[in-house]
C-alpha cells in the first residue's frame, strides 16, 4: 500500500512539471496559438449554449469539445490546466501498468490457443 502511495506522489509530480509549461495554465503570460484555443474556444461555447459545427467548426470530434467544456465548468482560468493534469496522471498510470497488462493478457491469449 505504501508503494502505492509512492508511486502516485511520484506521478502527481511528474504530471505536474509536464503540465505546467503548457499554454493552458493561467499563470503562463503566452498566448495559444495552438490547435487546442480552437477546443477550448468551442468548450466554451458549448456552455453558453451554442452548437458545435453550427456556431464554430472544425472538423475534430465531440467527445474532445467536451472535455474542453467540463475544463471550462469547473472552473474558467484553471479547469483546462486542471483537466489536463488529471489525464496526464492517468496516462502515466496506463504507461506504468502497461508492461504488467500486456504480459498478462498475452499469457491468457498463449493458453487459450
Known amino acids: 500500500m505504501q508503494e502505492f502511495f509512492l508511486v502516485a ?3 502527481s509530480i511528474i504530471a505536474f512539471f ?9 499563470l503562463n503570460d503566452r498566448l495559444n ?18 452548437m458545435p459545427y453550427v456556431d464554430a467548426f472544425e472538423h475534430k470530434g465531440p467527445i ?4 474542453n467544456a467540463m475544463g471550462c465548468l469547473i472552473s ?7 483537466v489536463d493534469y488529471i489525464f496526464m496522471i492517468i496516462i502515466l498510470y496506463i504507461s506504468y501498468n502497461y ?15
Open 99 to 113: 508492461k504488467n497488462f500486456r504480459i498478462t493478457y498475452f499469457d491468457k491469449l498463449q493458453t487459450i490457443y
Open 33 to 50: 496559438y495552438s490547435d487546442g484555443a480552437i477546443y477550448q474556444y468551442i468548450g466554451h461555447l458549448i456552455l453558453i449554449d451554442k
Open 64 to 67: 474532445l469539445y467536451l472535455i
Open 76 to 82: 474558467e482560468d484553471w479547469g483546462i490546466w486542471l
Open 9 to 11: 506522489l511520484l506521478f
Open 18 to 26: 509536464l503540465t505546467i509549461q503548457n499554454v493552458c495554465m493561467p
